[in-house]
């Protein structure tokens, strides 16, 4: 049994390392991430939220939840003392969200059937750019173990989304590089 169980975490941290070396653009390899957790996990549900300017976690993939529960409404930073603790940068569990204070939408999770929580932050070059939230249907820690594979698939997350950016910024330095050069024109004096 115990064997089964590491081959699921070596298969799901294979899974995810192809499919973020597969492209620039993150989006479908973190809804594979947050699948592939909840199927190596046996979890409810999981999800990643990306930190934007202005403090807001916005949600970029997500697995097991419903769209009701993906809008009931926006994750603040400075209303959710559990991301903060995250984006610190060390996991937090939550053995029961319907009770925990520093859960923001209890209710919510209730009716969504979620009841334990681990919430993991997302590192890209010593910056915290992120949250993965995985989510259980009864209470339960995550073990030592389980907190450490989703460590790693944060981890591999949040690099594809620091490369993918940094790519984004190459191609538009390159554009911008591309008209200044075309629309640059020598001084009539030098022409003749």
Request: glycine letters at 6%; a negative charge.
């Amino acid at each position: 049994m115990e064997d089964n169980r590491w081959r699921s975490y070596y298969q799901a941290l294979y899974q995810v390392a192809i499919a973020l070396g597969e492209s620039l653009e993150p989006e479908g390899a973190l809804q594979a991430l947050v699948q592939g957790v909840v199927k190596t996990l046996d979890l409810r549900a999981a999800s990643i939220r990306l930190l934007q300017d202005g403090g807001l976690l916005e949600p970029v993939a997500a697995h097991g939840l419903s769209p009701a529960y993906l809008q009931k409404g926006p994750v603040e930073l400075r209303k959710s003392p559990i991301d903060r603790e995250a984006l610190r940068g060390a996991p937090v569990q939550i053995a029961n969200v319907a009770t925990d204070p520093r859960f923001e939408y209890p209710h919510e999770a209730q009716r969504e059937g979620i009841v334990s929580a681990v919430f993991v932050p997302l590192i890209a070059r010593g910056d915290s750019i992120g949250v993965l939230r995985a989510y259980t249907a009864t209470q339960r820690p995550f073990t030592a173990d389980e907190i450490e594979l989703l460590t790693a698939l944060a981890n591999l997350g949040a690099l594809a989304i620091a490369n993918a950016r940094l790519y984004q910024l190459c191609v538009r330095d390159q554009k911008m590089t591309a008209e200044a050069l075309w629309n640059f024109r020598l001084p009539d004096d030098l022409v003749r």
